[in-house]
């Protein structure tokens, strides 16, 4: 059967392997309903064992400043005062590099995903998440300055200056418009797969769930 080679080609590119060559000639046309149907318990067997199925990449440089001052407060005769002192200051720029992966874990991916209705095939794709792989600060572009009054930044400040930087990558996440992107480069994977089966490329709808939201972007942290 067509989806019989589908499963072949879609094991073959999530273990990174290329397909054997087949015998059978896909059908001309469209897939029929019940060939379709008792093959996507097959279909669905070999798209779950592509497991974590990265489909982006995002790359960000962020700087972090810090600046503080020492300042004097108090009250003469009932009169308040409040001023910086100049030799008191502090400033510190830390360079951040971090790297986001969006991906879709198929672990859990079963026949309810799978469409077959009227001719067409529709996808509905587990939520994609997002994972924060690595951040590395590059301690040679650090810049700080640090007045006489005042001590140098120590290791605990500076650990919490990068968990600052990682949180506000992680609040900036909305703004790279991962969903859509990994939804775009999972449906180029999936895509000529399913062509094999004899649907043309407007008969293939691959989706999300149609209640899911950037708030239901699940978020992992290394």
Known sequence: MVLSL????????CSGNSPQSSSSEPAAGNA??????????????????????????????????????LKLKGSILGMGYDFKIPAGTRRI???IDATLKGFIDFQDFNS??????????????????VQLTSTKINHDEVESYVALLRSDFTDKELSRYEAEGRASIIESIPEFKIP???????SRILIPLIRQLGFH?????????????ESNLKIIQD
Do not use: M
Request: charged fraction near 35%; include cysteine.
């Open 180 to 186: 859509e992107r990994t939804r775009a480069s999972v």
């Open 112 to 129: 309810d995903q799978v469409i077959f209705d009227d001719g067409k095939l529709e996808i509905i794709l587990p939520d994609p998440q």
């Open 93 to 95: 720029a830390i360079p």
């Open 201 to 213: 490329d407007d008969e293939i709808r691959i989706t999300f769930r149609k209640d899911f939201n």
């Open 6 to 13: 589908v499963t072949v080609l879609l094991l073959a590119g």
């Open 32 to 69: 029929s309903e019940k060939t379709a149907t008792d093959s996507v318990g097959k279909l669905v067997t070999q798209i779950r064992k592509c497991s974590k199925l990265y489909a982006s990449e995002f790359k960000i440089h962020r700087i972090i400043t810090h600046d503080d001052e």
